[in-house]
């Protein structure tokens, strides 16, 4: 059975707006009619102060450090799979040290409450608990077969629930003052 369209297509003017819709900076025509934004006019390499001695020009900036923003699932794969990677490191280096490994678990933490973006902020401190857990499956005590792993696990998350809970509690007050930050921000620009 066929449908028709309830609806007209929306690919036109509408019948009240004579004007097109702005075009994206990049789409738009420069003073000299080539496509992309207008070229920024260009400094001299050396300004002049008042009484014609030459000054040197405003030193770079620094270089920053990264400054990436994940979404909420991003920041969670990037716990897990740091912590994922770091329990094989910790196996591998040092035959699988619960506090070396708790002691990794941290720097995860305040990377990960850092570099969520502002809306999925609150999923930071959901998410490191079950990295910890992922993290935790090469680290724990293996004895004989599934059972065996699985109560080196639970034997892992009992003891090192100190650094879990730290973690974890770390990663929530920089969550909490960052989106305390970003709502006054918010009303701010309102």
Do not use: K
């Not at 390499?45 to 991003?74: E, I, M, S, Y």
């Not at 196996?91 to 070396?100: A, D, H, K, R």
């Amino acid at each position: 059975m066929e449908q028709h369209r309830t609806r007209p297509p929306n690919d036109g003017q509408r019948r009240g707006d004579p004007r097109p819709a702005p075009l994206p900076p990049q789409a738009r025509r420069g003073p000299s009619g080539a496509r992309g934004p207008a070229p920024e006019p260009r400094r001299p390499a050396v300004r002049r102060v008042r009484d014609g001695r030459p000054q040197a020009p405003p030193a770079q900036p620094a270089p920053r450090l990264p400054n990436p923003r994940l979404t909420g699932l991003g920041g969670g794969l990037f716990c897990a799979v740091a912590m994922l990677l770091l329990g094989f490191l910790d196996q591998l280096l040092f035959g699988g040290s619960l506090p070396v490994y708790g002691v990794l678990f941290l720097p995860v933490c305040v990377l990960t409450a850092l570099w969520v973006r502002g809306n999925d902020l609150l999923t930071a401190p959901v998410c490191l608990p079950i990295a910890f857990t992922a993290g935790l499956f090469p680290v724990a005590d293996d004895g004989a077969g599934l059972l065996g792993r699985l109560m080196g696990l639970f034997t892992g998350l009992a003891t090192q629930a100190g650094w879990l809970y730290g973690g974890t509690l770390i990663a929530t007050v920089i969550v909490l003052v960052r989106r305390v930050r970003w709502v006054r921000g918010r009303r701010q620009q309102s």
